[in-house]
Each structure stands twice: as structure tokens, then as C-alpha cells.
């Protein structure tokens, strides 16, 4: 949810940001994406109370022991570089751009199809068994009658009852293969309901405009925190090229958009902020202390800086995303895909778009 880096300010405006985003969300989501707002908020509070009082008590009982005579020392993935990352802009903007172009192609062609039951409608379906199904075994129960893409919902205090979501009315082929994955249980149909499409563009639209809303709070924060719009612009350019990624490549490998595709959406969002907030502060001391330096050498110096903390972080992150897509299930598998795209892209837009955007839109490009 939030890292406190080197600096309060980071941490105050890491945290700041993503607590814009989250208010937001609470006020203009529904459903998946209010909770979400909620549990974010939740979240920021319990990391600013954790980073202020926690690890500050830590610290001085470890002083106070004499265990930190020497400093603290901090774990660096590389040693210090000297790599010339906006040398290579122009590059990295026609990767971007393809992969942009190409994800739309695909959009295009999908349409309707590229969204999932929660936007585009459906049939919800619930059935009981006498006892609580095996869930791989109804997933391929669904697959032998084309319903791959289904959601599965088993209840935890009740798990006899399953719900199933598709996009296409097969109940009756289902109830057929149930009874035949599962011999000699009692299956009983409780409900079969039409989702149509108009909540699924109401769910939509709302998700658009919590997105939307969040972007330009973050912008205008951006932007007031450290006195120059481009640095907002850039770093909100570069949010919405890592969230616009991850939704082309769902629909790239075939995967459907739902509302947890939108809350991953949001995660990323957050993430590529607060990545790109480290590198803004870093440029903002190096200003003050390098004043001879452009504005080129300056970015570029504070990219290296904050190289090895970029890597590091995202790794780490990543470890964890990477364990949800291998062993979170089908349900948790896009979800999971999502992350693990956007969170890639946020490392490589945070090194290669946004420092030379910022140098493009202040029209210092030299050295």
C-alpha cells in the first residue's frame, strides 16, 4: 500500500496521494471497487501509524541498545551507476506505442467480448449438493459445455452452495454435466437470474469516472506538492500507460475484464505514483544541491540514485504477485496476471517514460 523511503516527504506524499485515490473510490465506486477505496484507506492509516510511531520506537530502543553504533545499514541490489536512461526515450516511446497500437487492434476486434459477466451481463446460476463439491471438479464440469470463462463462487458457511456466473444461458447443459462429474449427488437448482447489460455499463461507468476522478486529484496534488505541472502530467501520463498495459494485455492473452481486473487497475495506479514520487523527490534534492547541473543530468542522476530501491521494491512485490497467480486459483488468476503486468510496466515506465517526459514537457530535452 504505501513505502516510507529515506525521507518523510516521500512518505507523506506517497501516503497523501493514495489517500486522495481511496476517498474517491468510496465516494464515486460501487461494489468491489468501494470496498477496495475502504480497505486502501484502511491501509494508509495503519502504514502512517506503523512508519511514524512502530519503526521509529524500533530505532531508538536499537540506538538505546547500542546495537546501531555504525549507522544503519542499507541493503543496495547494485552499486552506484552512471546510465544514461533518457539517451534511449525515443526507443522506449515506439515500444510503448506498439504495444498500445497493437492491444487496440485486438480491443477492436473483441469488443462486448473483451468484459467479463460484471460488465457486459450474463446468467447467474446457484446450485446445491448434498455435499460440499470438489470446485476443480465443477470447473471442468463447465468446461466440458464451453464455460471456461465462468466465475465460481463457493460460500465458505455454507459450502454445498455454489454459484456459478457465465455469459451464455447453458443451464441446462451445465445441470447435466454436474450430474454426471457428480454421481449420486443430490444437485439441486436454487436459482438461475438474467444479469443484463445495462448494470453491467452502469458498473462500468462508474469504475470509469472513480478512475477518471482519482487521476486528476493525484494531478493537481502533483503538481501543487512540487510547484510544476509537468512533473504532474508526466507522472500521470506514465499512470495511465502502465493501467492502459495491463487492460491490453487481458485482452491480448484473452482474458476478460471484471470488477477485479478494475480494482487491480487501482492498485497499479497507486503504485506507479508512489514510484515515481521517490524519483521527484530525489530530482528535488539534487536540485538544491547540484545547482550547476541541467535539468537532464539532474533526472538522470536521480534515476541511478534511486535505481537499486526501484528494483528492489517491485522484486519483492513481485515474489508476492507471483505466489497469488501461481497458488491463488482461478478466481484469484487474473487478478493476479493484471498486478504482475502493471507492476512490470511501472518499473519501466518509471525509469524510461516519465523522466524524459518531464524533460519533454519543460523543452530541455540536451544535456
Known amino acids: 500500500i504505501g513505502w516510507c523511503d529515506w525521507s518523510s516527504d516521500v512518505c507523506s506524499s506517497d501516503l497523501i496521494t493514495t489517500l486522495f485515490a481511496a476517498v474517491i473510490l468510496i465516494s464515486i465506486g460501487t461494489g468491489a471497487i468501494k470496498g477496495f477505496g475502504v480497505t486502501l484507506t484502511i491501509g494508509i492509516i495503519a502504514s502512517m501509524f506503523t512508519a511514524v510511531v512502530v519503526t521509529r520506537t ?34 522506449c516511446y515506439f515500444i510503448s506505442l506498439a504495444i498500445i497500437v497493437i492491444g487496440l487492434v485486438f480491443y477492436a476486434k473483441k469488443g462486448r467480448d473483451a468484459y467479463g459477466i460484471d460488465f457486459a451481463g450474463g446468467q447467474v446460476q446457484e446450485y446445491s449438493f448434498s455435499h460440499a463439491p470438489d470446485v476443480d471438479k465443477v470447473r471442468q464440469s463447465l468446461k466440458e459445455v464451453g464455460l471456461s470463462d465462468a466465475v465460481i463462487q463457493q460460500f ?50 462508474k469504475a470509469i469516472w472513480a478512475l477518471t476522478w482519482a487521476l486528476v486529484i493525484i494531478l493537481i496534488y502533483v503538481a501543487f506538492r512540487f510547484k510544476h505541472f509537468n512533473f504532474a502530467f508526466a507522472g500521470v501520463v506514465a499512470l495511465i500507460h502502465d493501467v492502459l498495459v495491463a487492460f491490453l494485455f487481458l485482452i491480448i492473452t484473452g482474458r476478460s475484464v471484471d470488477l477485479l481486473s478494475i480494482t487491480a487497475f487501482l492498485t497499479i495506479a497507486g503504485y506507479s505514483i508512489n514510484d ?21 543530468e539532474l533526472i538522470n542522476l536521480s534515476v541511478n540514485q534511486t535505481l537499486s530501491r526501484t528494483i528492489l521494491t517491485t522484486a519483492l512485490t513481485l515474489l508476492v504477485v507471483i505466489s497469488i497467480f501461481i497458488y491463488g486459483g482461478e478466481v484469484l488468476n487474473n487478478f493476479a496476471f493484471t498486478l504482475l503486468v502493471g507492476f512490470i510496466s511501472g518499473i519501466y515506465s518509471t525509469v524510461y517514460i516519465v523522466s524524459p517526459l518531464v524533460l519533454a514537457f519543460s523543452g530541455r530535452t540536451k544535456k
Open 276 to 296: 515515481t514520487i521517490v524519483i521527484y523527490d530525489r530530482v528535488r534534492e539534487n536540485m538544491r544541491i547540484n545547482r550547476r547541473m541541467s535539468l537532464y
Open 58 to 91: 524500533i530505532l531508538e530502543v536499537l540506538v538505546g541498545l547500542g546495537v546501531l553504533k555504525n549507522g544503519l545499514p542499507m541493503l543496495k541490489l547494485i552499486g552506484e551507476t552512471r546510465f544514461d536512461f533518457i539517451k534511449v526515450r525515443r526507443f
Open 156 to 205: 465458505k458457511d455454507n459450502p454445498k452452495v455454489i454459484l456459478v456466473k457465465t455469459t451464455q444461458d447453458k443451464n441446462k447443459e451445465l445441470y447435466a454435466s454436474l450430474k454426471a462429474s457428480f454421481p449420486g449427488e443430490e444437485i439441486e437448482v436454487l436459482k438461475i437470474e438474467r444479469v443484463g447489460p445495462v448494470a453491467g455499463r452502469h458498473l462500468k461507468n
